[in-house]
């Protein structure tokens, strides 16, 4: 029973803690995030290793497996741990710089962009027609508040469909004029990833439509002083930027839908606790980090 015993024993000391520091809704919650998947492979991972500490002790096994086992806890429970995410967000993640503001709504910009650049991946279909904004969904709402603040002239969404199902920029261009945006402002390219799409990029630019290129005469900004802002996660945004610069692409970063978070708090017991959302933040700085090893 001791294999059992031991993360019984973490799981009532967490919650309890947790439950004095922040309260009974607090200690329920971390109670809760124990018993998902993540949290219970945690555990399993403490009860396996004490299973083979005992069996060392016993002498039926070397000292190696139980060694190797809580290194396997300790892995799990690092990797999956948000103060970990939060690092290996910071590590990736274009910087929030708040000055100018960090809200492109908020600046005070003499002119506005002549156009913003939103890249596709900000939303998906949960049905023909019906979208929904996803974890990077901030793109959009970062798009749409800076038409609104009238930071710019025009929207250029991106993104081809690799399934052949509701391409991003149809989901873009509907969102966006949900959120009160003209339709006649927002023009769309292609691009199955984030190469293709700064190729395209290039080519609008260099040879734009003439409703577009409308736009930009109204500004009556030359070619040379044309200002363009590329909205994306800020995880993302590096590699973006890279791809941007290699086509010859003078765009102004305006990251959004950041991992990393600045603000300073106090440790609590549940910090502690693995979860799933950590792992896919994790996942994403990962891919993001192999993508510029490969001159991605």
């Known amino acids: 029973m001791l294999p059992l015993a031991v993360p019984a ?27 998902q998947p993540v949290g219970l492979v945690w555990l399993g991972l403490l009860a396996f290793t004490t299973s083979r500490l005992r069996a060392y002790r016993r002498g039926t096994i070397s000292g190696w497996k ?56 900000g939303s998906y279909a949960v049905a023909p027609g019906f979208y929904e904004l996803g974890s990077d969904g901030e793109r959009v709402i970062s798009a749409a508040q800076a ?19 509701e391409p991003p920029t149809k989901q873009s261009r509907t969102l ?49 002083s044309r200002t363009i802002g590329l909205i994306t996660s800020a995880f993302h945004m590096p590699r973006a930027m890279r791809l941007a610069r290699r086509h010859q692409l003078n765009f102004e970063p305006l990251p959004c839908a950041f991992r990393a978070k600045a603000n300073e708090k106090p440790w609590l017991a549940s910090d502690l606790v693995p979860g799933a959302e950590n792992l896919v933040d994790v996942g994403k700085m990962l891919k993001e980090t192999i993508a510029k090893l490969a001159g991605q």
Request: proline share 5%; net charge negative; glycine share 10%.
């Open 147 to 165: 038409y609104h603040a009238g930071a710019t002239r025009s929207i250029i969404v991106t993104g081809s469909a690799t399934d052949g199902y």
């Open 176 to 224: 966006l004029t949900s959120l009160g945006v003209p339709d006649g402002i927002i023009f769309s390219i292609e691009g199955v990833n984030t190469q293709a799409e700064m190729e395209s990029l290039a080519d609008l630019i260099q040879t734009p439509p003439s409703a577009l290129s409308a736009f930009w005469e109204a500004s009556e900004s030359s070619s040379d």
């Open 66 to 121: 139980p060694l190797g086992a809580l290194l396997l806890f300790l892995a799990w429970g690092v990797v999956a741990n948000g103060s970990f995410a939060n690092w290996a967000s910071r590590s990736v993640e274009t910087p929030l710089t708040l000055d100018p503001h960090a809200a492109i709504e908020q600046r005070k910009l003499e002119t506005p962009f002549d156009a913003v650049v939103v890249l596709g991946g």
């Open 9 to 35: 024993a973490l799981v009532g000391v967490l919650v309890a803690v947790t439950w004095f520091q922040q309260g009974f809704v607090a200690g329920m919650r971390c109670g809760t995030a124990l018993i």
